[in-house]
């Protein structure tokens, strides 16, 4: 711990927040309020959380603000547990030492202080990074959540940014805002359910918090909790399934791809009179942008650019935004390995049809999306969740929990090819074609 | 019943959106489903349903689309529970026609579409009427919806506006729209309640539906339900009095309707150079505007333009737009008629203290506000709820329950002042004398 | 607070009770622990919380040990919340000393544990008091109960006893276990509204906690709450219009109390033969029943007296047995005062249909029931909630809401008289004479 | 279909029972309202749904009425989707017939009509069997079941009984009842969820519903509701791992299961004075009963019989019952194959301990105990589970999920050692060499 004495003003009566998943928020200390009344983190009222969603599940509006201050709220009620049951008594006892509290909660505050509007989509275009974005955003002093960080000490912005960036050297704080079971991916597990309306999503928080415990290595779970544990990896794997991986969120994720790929391609042929630019992106579209520039764009900035374009004399770039604005994703169908061999030919036939495939037609697995947190395809990741017995040797839970084991290392999700819904409608031989190789929502083997 | 055959597509199998209020919408026919992809009415995808509220309420970030689809959903409800308990046998017995069946739920689906972004202090500040625009929007042929209605009958889009306006012949439809207890009230009290995570405004939907029936005027209610009207009343006046008459809320609605008011008297003295002209909003400044330029209107430009104004050179517009979008919300004090004389005095402390009294005071009454449904100062709205005994003889519901008594026909809001929180922290003499009026969040009477 | 060193084991890890309502039941000390443990306790799980309720609302099958281990719960969050934000610091300065902690926590938990089966009725009939049993099990040094009291000190059992008779001096340990707002209300409230399945007793507990806060006097609200206590108070209100005085669990009341009454006199009468004695009933019919003889009463042995008594010789006794069981609820209707005169006909009519007027026809209140706690007729009561304005001055709730002034001091209950159905079924002059007295649910005025 | 007319009353107008779970239960035919007022059905309220489980779950004390009703409105709910989506239009074409919703909305009413208290414990004692039972009592014409059943058709009780048989004609009828996902299932997963306050047991009734299909040989599900299935399976699986195998509950049963033997032995035995004999259980003890003995019994009359007997002169019988009643558990430990033999060593010490270890020990597996649904040692049940492609082709879930796959076919549960508490308390040799076995909750290998 730090031996320079940091600055912490607590509220001489604590302020609340009513949330619909934890039923308040609570304030009980000033930076925290200070940093939620700052300007860059209010910006992220105006980001979508889970962008696209609510084209498929229209609840599902809520903004990456009240998402930033459920983490906090669950990595709150995890101190007050740790500080309550498991408090450290002398140095590397493996116990919590509530002076990590407030670096651990600025820290779940803002670990999504960095995203812009349609995160993902965005940062493919244009080579953006909200990690990096993240670090700048508590180290440029021009920020304001830098001038209230740097209340509590000089170094103190660098120790939340290194929380987020996990080099921070206690690995409990890190693993509380970064692990597999964090209170980042609890609060969004039970947010996202809430607001789209599905269930999948729930687990028991209450037990969850219970169980854990702080250990030398990071934190760990009592083994009696192997069942909640169970449910929060099922429940999170349904909402991936069910969710995150919705064929209509991802085509209108293509559509999105497509609109800004030709915006930018659009830039760089000259495309725009002066007056027409589209001011507030060039800066993306010449790869040079400051921060104050990303600051400054959200969701509302894309829209309104996306309805200016539906106007626009290109006529690519005119539907693809019509297609946004008004939902009419593309369809989709799936295919394997054995399979994917049609698809130049299909891409030919939407050609034929008159659809630029380029901007027409994608492919993409369920797990190139805009969910960072989980990959399926990597073993050691759901391997670290560990639970404790009562002598307090350890064991992995793939190892003892049959659910689990069944659903790790491995792929789980799909490949789809995106077209055009007028290619399901259409009349004569191209389409008819087309239509002859799906069956049953898949690609049919040609050979069959 | 018209005697013009009307064309409704029933769907071979319904179809569903998930919804967090109602679990799924049901849509059963072919019209419904077009309506919905119409590009009029996901434009109410872009429009948030509470305007203000999330900058106290931060879970209410749903938009007027999830809402309008959940007033259709209830609608249809009302419809299959009187086709079931209430056919018509003959002309005039006062029961239910299911030939009524679409007009009801096409009228329930678009009784929205006419809003735009802020509607209740945009409607201030530029006189458009959302209730017109609606009818314009069914009736112009350069609609989609108008397009798609007309599919049914040359006369269905007049038939829906009718109801909408409370001009057509069939009471029951007309009442199911909007009457005390309609769908849209219904849907809006737990859609609210859902989002903001508040539980004021839950009552038994189910009960009432049940208890709902059909009669010669209108729709009334069995006298056994009466407790289940009573609980949705005061579950209504609760939302009232803690949701949508919050002093937060109120008080970005004042700073809103200012910057609007700033930016129109700046256009007016010509400040704007012509590439900087907020091009959107130029048919409304200057009092000409058509539908389509009011349908390109929605939440996201109106805040593209006041991210624009942050760096605008008026400084009263930029600190207007500022404090909106970083949500800085002018405090508040309630006042009562003897200590009004004191308004005067506060304004001129204020004025004092550097702000432009014009733009940085206020006075609202809690009922002068953004929710069209409710005025308790109405007594005979509330007179209008009908409970219907055994014999079939009808009872005012005001006359069976205290509780309603209780809180009909009279004034139960609040009346306060808004000014800068500076004027709070300030010190000096002008500071110290406005805090000297002022007394448990209310303004003292001077004379004591 | 005694100067003598009460003794209370923490336990070194809290346990839990999974709960319904409060998700988990926080058990943090020994004393608790062995409490919840001890065979008077135990025997809470075998009387149901509701009596007859459940023959209404088929959910309500309850426990009174639920609702005990629930107003614990309640109690414990409540110091939790003094303790954190008003600790004393000085004596006398009304705010919270939580050295009080445990004796509350006993109180909240014990505090019905006098209740027998069916306790109102019982009590009617056989002149027990639950609140003297109350007293009797604490203090008798044959229970367990008193057995772990005493380990606190020698006093302690006589320290809890008196915060349930109100004679403790402390009024915030008082008022926590009885006053308007206090633990049990509020456990019972949504513990009832939650098994019923209605939701009519929901209110919300968090933010009532949260304005809750301690005074020289008791406990007190901020005024900032007045609305969330109000709430309370309209939820209350309509469980006790909607639940508690429903009609046909007054009805199955009204025949349990006529075949105990029977079962009394025919033992005084010596109906039964030596060996077909209801032995566990015998101290109750003779009036001197020992603490023992009440502890080994709950719902089965009553029930399992019903069951034999089914086939009693005597055709009052096993009707009326059967009935209860069997769940055949008498009908009932309500009179007014001017139609009251009414009933010794209706009863004679009952009588010359063949049905023992005695056993077979009631009248009673809907406040002449169950349920101790809530008395409409006395003011006094619900003016006792105080709120507590910024700079701690008191106003009465009743002043301040319209809602609560309402519903204060008047009877809303209604006055209903029984019988059979059969008398609604019957053929022939006594029965159509009988029926045509009643009109929607009411006794006609006859004069009419 | 039967030719011979069957009589079905429809009510003029629906009736409700209030229900937490499915809101209300809506009977709309006279038969049903019948059979739930006949006293064979009444007794269900007064039998506990989940026997010994509310020790562990003080809030699942809910009945078989309760649950009985909730299967019925599963099964309506499946019938009016199936009657609306996929009504028969010709012999043999595997769509609905709505002509079989009588029969089954009876057999589903009816399907636990024949349990007895404590089911699984006190058939296994008294070679009771309660499908045998309910055949009799929807057979026997003396019972009330049957009579309101013959008002249908003479034949109409022995459709009920085949249908519960599972050896009803049609295949979606039997499987509405009894499969893998089942109306009877999925009332007790929600039921049991929402009563014991854990939430492992909700899965999205309403989807399933939408995605249920009746077909030539039963039901099916569209292959689009995979995952909703999957959510439904994994449900089931954890309230098997998290509720109904809790070794709490099971302990309990233990203590029960040697209750009655050791009764069973003193009747033998001649124990008991003829004036002292338990009268109810006496045809049960001789092994000679008759349907109305066994329709006598229930939860009350059990455990009165327990309270008496905590003041039999039997030490054993007597310690049993208060164990039971006062709810002290017996503790358990796992043990594995490879431990196994450890058992008769500590058998032996339980006996030196003083405890005669036939009524003080015991073994048990997970699965050999009292939910007879779920038996995960069967690989065919589960995959009796088949959905549907667009193209009416059939696959097997268990071959499409992995999740499903992971829990099929393979035993989960685990094997209990149960012993008394004091062996864990008790100070010397025997007690410590007893405690020298185990560890972390399992036998040790002594061979370690």
């Not at 609340?16 to 009344?37: A, G, K, M, T």
């Not at 450290?88 to 407030?102: C, I, K």
């Not at 505050?109 to 974005?133: M, V």
């Not at 309805?307 to 994703?329: E, G, M, Q």
């Amino acid at each position: 711990m730090s031996s320079i004495k940091e600055h912490d003003k607590l509220l001489p009566r604590e302020k609340v927040l009513r949330d619909p998943i934890h039923s308040y928020i609570y304030i009980q200390s000033q930076i925290i309020l200070d940093l939620i009344n700052t300007k860059e983190f209010q910006r992220l009222r105006r980001i979508r959380q889970l962008g696209t969603a609510s084209s498929t599940f229209h609840g599902a509006e809520h903004s990456r603000f009240t998402h930033s201050v459920g983490v906090y709220e669950i990595a709150r009620q995890i101190c007050d547990t740790f500080a309550r049951n498991y408090p450290t008594s002398q140095p590397n006892d493996g116990l919590w030492d509530d002076r990590e509290r407030l670096v651990a909660l600025c820290a779940a505050l803002l670990h999504d202080i960095g995203h812009g509007p349609y995160s993902h989509t965005f940062e493919h275009i244009f080579q953006t990074n909200h990690e990096a974005l993240t670090a700048q955003i508590l180290l440029s002093p021009k920020t304001e959540v830098n001038q209230v960080l740097r209340q509590v000490s000089p170094v103190f912005p660098q120790k939340v940014a290194s929380v987020i960036q996990k080099t921070y050297p206690n690995p409990q704080v890190v693993q509380m805002i970064s692990s597999q079971i964090d209170a980042d991916r609890m609060d969004y597990l039970l947010r996202d359910s809430y607001f789209t309306g599905t269930n999948y999503g729930t687990f028991d928080l209450r037990r969850i918090l219970r169980m854990m415990r702080p250990y030398r290595n990071g934190i760990t779970f009592h083994v009696s909790g192997m069942h909640a544990v169970e449910d929060y990896i099922i429940s999170r794997f349904q909402m991936y399934q069910q969710v995150y991986f919705h064929p209509v969120s991802r085509s209108m994720e293509v559509i999105l791809n497509h609109l800004l790929l030709r915006a930018k391609l659009l830039y760089q042929s000259s495309h725009w009179d002066k007056d027409r630019l589209p001011q507030m992106l060039l800066p993306f579209f010449a790869g040079k942008f400051s921060l104050l520039d990303y600051l400054k764009l959200d969701d509302n900035i894309l829209n309104t650019y996306f309805t200016i374009w539906c106007d626009d004399p290109d006529p690519i770039l005119s539907d693809l935004a019509r297609r946004f604005l008004n939902r009419k994703p593309f369809k989709s169908v799936c295919y394997a390995e054995q399979t994917k061999k049609v698809l130049p030919q299909l891409k030919s036939l939407v050609h034929q049809a008159g659809f630029d495939a380029t901007y027409y037609t994608a492919t993409n697995n369920s797990y190139d999306l805009p969910y960072d947190a989980y990959e399926p395809g990597q073993k050691q990741q759901a391997a670290q969740i560990k639970l404790m017995r009562d002598d307090g040797s350890l064991v992995e839970l793939s190892t003892v929990s049959k659910l689990v084991k069944a659903i790790t290392g491995k792929f789980l999700g799909d490949e789809r090819f995106f077209f055009p819904k007028e290619m399901l409608l259409g009349q004569g031989p191209t389409f008819q074609e087309f239509r002859s190789y799906l069956k049953n929502g898949w690609i049919k083997n040609p050979t069959k």
